[in-house]
């Protein structure tokens, strides 16, 4: 099975002069806990809704006056979309994240693939071996 048979290809970016603020709100929208941070498919980082409480909040700073580029993690932690999934768990093992950006030949974002995406869409021997890679407590989990 391949990486971009269970991706999910529906995400936005958000660029990283954007405030915090606008970066919460569309996670709030989407539905979901992680944005790619960049602009015409150019990826510098990701922010997730733990950068936001971790970096912003718990500093006592306002989420309209950090912008996302001060706030999100700029590692990229990535795989390409014609990768077997296996390979993809193995790479989420290794850097203990829950989520990999995904891009195509040329480079190009195309999509995310989650632990999530891999307990819904492969069977249960794939299932359970991507669930042992759940991240450390502690661990930055994007």
């Not at 912008?67 to 390409?80: E, G, T």
């Not at 790479?91 to 995406?117: C, P, T, Y």
Request: hydrophobic letters at 45%.
């Amino acid at each position: 099975m391949r990486v971009r048979e269970i991706m999910t290809r529906d995400f936005e970016m958000i660029g990283p002069e954007e405030p915090v603020i606008e970066a919460a709100k569309k996670m709030r929208v989407l539905n979901v806990p992680v944005l790619p941070v960049g602009g015409d498919n150019a990826v510098i980082g990701m922010i997730t809704d733990r950068d936001i409480v971790v970096r912003v909040a718990a500093n006592g700073k306002k989420a309209k006056n950090v912008m996302v580029k001060d706030a999100m993690s700029p590692q990229i932690v990535s795989c390409l979309q014609d990768e077997d999934i296996e390979d993809a768990i193995k790479i989420m093992r290794i850097k203990q994240v829950a989520r990999l950006l995904v891009f195509d030949e040329d480079n190009n974002v195309v999509g995310v693939l989650s632990l999530g995406d891999i307990a819904a869409k492969t069977d249960l021997k794939i299932s359970n071996k991507a669930l042992e890679t759940v991240p450390h407590k502690g661990r930055h989990t994007y």
